[in-house]
């Protein structure tokens, strides 16, 4: 190559480095979907069509419709429930759509939230058409299995998720643990991107008496509080167990169940001292949040937890197991209780500290004190400080891959 037309090169490369891009999506769960997945896709989205170009492809039941708003335009798929967890959707792969969706828009990059057909799809389609490929690793597929009686596919999803993960050119996982343990299995160009919450909408400020009069808890009560997926795999039943104990001895506690899923019918008709809620809109589930005691949290399958986010912002102490957003965000015995990942005896362990903070109310006034004086950790985690380094990875791939072309001119 001659000395001016690599100078030509280089200068193209330079401007171009942080231009507006154009960014497909793949994803088999979107708002009104009420998931972690879909609430973080659909923040970063809101930020990053202020000034890029954005295409979503996901299941909906208009199996031909299109949308398009400014800077963000929308593909629908047929999809699939999962017939043991109809919640879940999985886009049905039509390969003629996916490529002419995909080709008629150009994107910069592919990126992949969930790697179900639609996203292996995605995948075969953006490598057909030398377009840069990023995914999200977002759920423990496998750590599911066990409790829909289908481990047997557990080998199968394994391998299928090394495979996918490595044809990508680079993959987001939510924290250094998990970074840890998929490099251990084998997968490779592994990027931690964390969550983020809107401190604007979740804020101990939002707290409201009226809401705790509302469900007949009164000024020295103690309201606990979940949010999140009703589903088996959140291990739900050990704090509903621990509860009912409890609240023969402390009938001032109480027990509030906000979200929906699965398993909610189940407990519901099990646990009728417990409140259950469905899902609420941000709005409102920031009051539950704020007017709320004491956040408690069983699950062991969580690759992050949004909601543990969103509990400390709204000035929420906590008790859960010590990995994930949990131990990202929570001190032990300072904003909350972090109980030992594979502690033994764990009703007797939750039993014991939940009781503790019940007959030592001072104590859950201390550790809510202390949250808002270390109320400044939340500036890691916007969901603009996130967005912005998405799109640092994204930029940095378009080079390595200029670069590469100028190599091989």
Same mark, same amino acid.
């Given at each position: 190559?001659?000395?001016?037309?690599?100078?030509?090169?280089?200068?193209?490369?330079?401007?171009?480095?942080?231009?507006?891009?154009?960014?497909?999506?793949?994803?088999?769960?979107?708002?009104?979907?009420?998931?972690?997945?879909?609430?973080?896709?659909?923040?970063?989205?809101?930020?990053?069509?202020?000034?890029?170009?954005?295409?979503?492809?996901?299941?909906?039941?208009?199996?031909?419709?299109?949308?398009?708003?400014?800077?963000?335009?929308?593909?629908?798929?047929?999809?699939?429930?999962?017939?043991?967890?109809?919640?879940?959707?999985?886009?049905?792969?039509?390969?003629?759509?996916?490529?002419?969706?995909?080709?008629?828009?150009?994107?910069?990059?592919?990126?992949?939230?969930?790697?179900?057909?639609?996203?292996?799809?995605?995948?075969?389609?953006?490598?057909?058409?030398?377009?840069?490929?990023?995914?999200?690793?977002?759920?423990?597929?496998?750590? +599911?299995?066990?409790?829909?009686?289908?481990?047997?596919?557990?080998?199968?999803?394994? +391998?299928?998720?090394?495979?996918?993960?490595?044809?990508?050119?680079?993959?987001?996982?939510?924290?250094?643990?998990?970074?840890?343990?998929?490099?251990?299995?084998?997968?490779?160009?592994?990027?931690?991107?964390?969550?983020?919450?809107?401190?604007?909408?979740?804020?101990?400020?939002?707290?409201?008496?009226?809401?705790?009069?509302?469900?007949?808890?009164?000024?020295?009560?103690?309201?606990?509080?979940?949010?999140?997926?009703?589903?088996?795999?959140?291990?739900?039943?050990?704090?509903?167990?621990?509860?009912?104990?409890?609240?023969?001895? +402390?009938?001032?506690?109480?027990?509030?169940?906000?979200?929906?899923?699965?398993?909610?019918?189940?407990?519901?008709?099990?646990?009728?001292?417990?409140?259950?809620?469905?899902?609420?809109?941000?709005?409102?589930?920031?009051?539950?949040?704020?007017?709320?005691?004491?956040?408690?949290?069983?699950?062991?399958?969580?690759?992050?937890?949004?909601?543990?986010?969103?509990?400390?912002?709204?000035?929420?102490?906590?008790?859960?197991?010590?990995?994930?957003?949990?131990?990202?965000?929570?001190?032990?015995?300072?904003?909350?209780?972090?109980?030992?990942?594979?502690?033994?005896?764990?009703?007797?362990?939750?039993?014991?500290?939940?009781?503790?903070?019940?007959?030592?109310?001072?104590?859950?006034?201390?550790?809510?004190?202390?949250?808002?004086?270390?109320?400044?950790?939340?500036?890691?985690?916007?969901?603009?400080?996130?967005?912005?380094?998405?799109?640092?990875? +994204?930029?940095?791939?378009?080079?390595?891959?200029?670069?590469?072309?100028?190599?091989?001119?």
């Amino acid at each position: 190559m001659s000395i001016k037309k690599l100078m030509l090169v280089y200068h193209s490369y330079r401007k171009n480095s942080s231009r507006p891009i154009k960014i497909a999506f793949i994803t088999d769960t979107y708002p009104p979907d009420v998931n972690g997945v879909a609430h973080s896709l659909y923040q970063i989205i809101q930020i990053l069509k202020q000034h890029h170009e954005i295409l979503v492809l996901r299941p909906e039941d208009d199996l031909i419709g299109i949308k398009i708003q400014p800077h963000i335009k929308e593909v629908f798929f047929p999809y699939l429930n999962l017939p043991f967890y109809k919640e879940v959707k999985l886009g049905l792969p039509f390969y003629q759509r996916v490529y002419d969706s995909i080709k008629a828009f150009s994107p910069d990059v592919v990126h992949i939230v969930t790697e179900g057909p639609l996203g292996f799809m995605g995948l075969l389609v953006a490598r057909q058409l030398g377009i840069t490929v990023v995914s999200d690793y977002r759920t423990n597929f496998t750590d +599911y299995l066990k409790f829909y009686n289908i481990e047997f596919l557990s080998e199968f999803i394994k +391998y299928y998720l090394i495979y996918f993960h490595n044809q990508c050119d680079l993959n987001f996982v939510p924290t250094r643990e998990i970074k840890i343990q998929l490099k251990k299995q084998g997968i490779n160009n592994l990027k931690v991107l964390g969550r983020g919450v809107d401190i604007r909408n979740f804020h101990y400020s939002k707290y409201d008496e009226d809401f705790r009069k509302e469900w007949n808890v009164k000024k020295d009560d103690l309201l606990f509080l979940y949010v999140g997926r009703i589903a088996l795999e959140k291990n739900l039943e050990l704090v509903c167990d621990v509860f009912r104990s409890l609240k023969k001895k +402390y009938p001032f506690i109480h027990l509030m169940f906000v979200g929906d899923g699965p398993y909610r019918s189940t407990l519901e008709q099990e646990y009728k001292e417990i409140l259950f809620l469905g899902a609420k809109k941000k709005e409102e589930l920031s009051k539950i949040y704020a007017s709320s005691d004491l956040f408690l949290f069983p699950s062991k399958t969580e690759t992050f937890g949004n909601v543990v986010l969103e509990a400390y912002a709204s000035g929420l102490p906590i008790i859960a197991y010590s990995y994930a957003a949990s131990k990202l965000i929570y001190q032990h015995k300072k904003t909350g209780i972090l109980i030992p990942f594979h502690k033994k005896n764990s009703h007797e362990v939750w039993y014991q500290y939940l009781e503790q903070l019940i007959k030592h109310p001072n104590r859950l006034k201390k550790l809510k004190m202390n949250i808002k004086n270390e109320y400044h950790k939340l500036k890691k985690f916007t969901w603009e400080g996130i967005s912005a380094l998405l799109l640092k990875h +994204y930029y940095e791939l378009l080079k390595q891959k200029r670069k590469k072309k100028i190599i091989n001119l």
